[in-house]
């Protein structure tokens, strides 16, 4: 028996829209806060859409299709009646869906929506609007090649659950991050090819970070090199098994300045060594005065961080 959409709802309203459209008894089940019904109609499911749209003030809804369980055609006349709806968030669950079927169904999914493939997609697929929505998540990512990941923008959440990605790709990707000139997500959460160890120096290989130590949880924090026209210009990393959690901050609506002031700090401080290393080896003491101006200043920075960094191992 083929299944229809789910409709993420409250129960009590679920039930009263139930109750009003119909005397047939058609609540079947609930488990773990999801309503289960007997089939019903394509006509009948959307009648229950429009009766919880009345009923229930929400701006927009996520629906669950079951892939695996629905004929192609049905698939489609289920999306094409979705799209005309507010939609939120649109999820495809279960089974494989062809390079042909994702691509359409990309093309004609609205930017603003976030959309979950749960399903198994084919590892020669490819498109450019992979990441062109509000969230993305790919239970089947291993597709992708690091240069997709390059045209994330203003994206909420990217979840990418099993890739070919390791430790020198993520790095890659922090890199190109760090030096766009758009933001590019909120957060984005990659899990690392299979078997991959987690090799925290390779991920912040030639990257300037500061990290903490809190709770036995070691978090990474890095700022981006081209902040003129940015808002997310702090980047946290974390580490679950082989998982890389990569979250970024808007300075006037996250707590992150400290943060970022240290970070300014010692990317100034950086700059200064160098400097000074470069007036040492081409010059060879001909330009004292200079090098004394530089370790004057690196002396000022030195002393502004340790005044402002309260626990950042830098």
Not at 62 to 83: A, C
Not at 105 to 121: G, Q, T, W
Not at 228 to 256: C, N, P, Q, W
Request: charged share 30%; proline share 2%.
């Amino acid at each position: 028996m083929e299944k229809f959409p789910i409709l993420k709802v409250p129960d009590v309203v679920f039930r009263e829209v139930i109750s009003i459209m119909t005397p047939i008894e058609i609540y079947l089940k609930e488990i773990d806060g999801d309503m289960y019904l007997n089939y019903v109609s394509i006509e009948e499911v959307f009648s229950i859409y429009s009766s919880l749209s009345r009923i229930f003030s929400c701006p927009a809804y996520d629906w669950f299709l079951l892939f695996g369980e629905l004929k192609l055609d049905k698939f489609w006349e289920y999306t094409e009646r979705i799209l005309t709806t507010e939609l939120h968030g649109f999820v495809v669950d279960g089974g494989s869906i062809s390079n042909e079927s994702l691509a359409e169904l990309m093309e004609k999914m609205p930017e603003k929506a976030n959309i979950i493939i749960d399903s198994d997609i084919s590892l020669d697929y490819s498109n450019p609007k992979a990441f062109n929505f509000r969230s993305v998540e790919y239970k089947e990512a291993r597709w992708l090649k690091i240069e997709n990941l390059f045209s994330i923008r203003n994206s909420y959440m990217i979840k990418l659950k099993r890739t070919n990605f390791d430790c020198s790709d993520v790095n890659q990707f922090i890199h190109y991050w760090s030096g766009s000139d758009k933001d590019m997500m909120e957060e984005i959460r990659i899990t690392l090819k299979e078997g991959t160890q987690i090799d925290t120096q390779e991920i912040t290989k030639d990257l300037i970070v500061i990290h903490t130590e809190e709770n036995r949880d070691i978090e990474y924090f890095i700022k981006a090199t081209n902040i003129e026209r940015r808002k997310f210009v702090v980047g946290r990393l974390k580490f679950s098994e082989e998982k890389v959690i990569f979250t970024t901050y808007d300075l006037f609506k996250h707590d992150a300045l400290c943060e970022y002031l240290v970070l300014k700090l010692v990317h100034q401080k950086k700059d200064c060594e160098e400097k000074i290393r470069r007036l040492e080896n081409e010059f060879r003491g001909l330009r004292d005065a200079e090098k004394r101006k530089f370790q004057v200043e690196l002396e000022e920075l030195e002393a502004k961080l340790e005044v402002l960094n309260c626990h950042f191992v830098i």
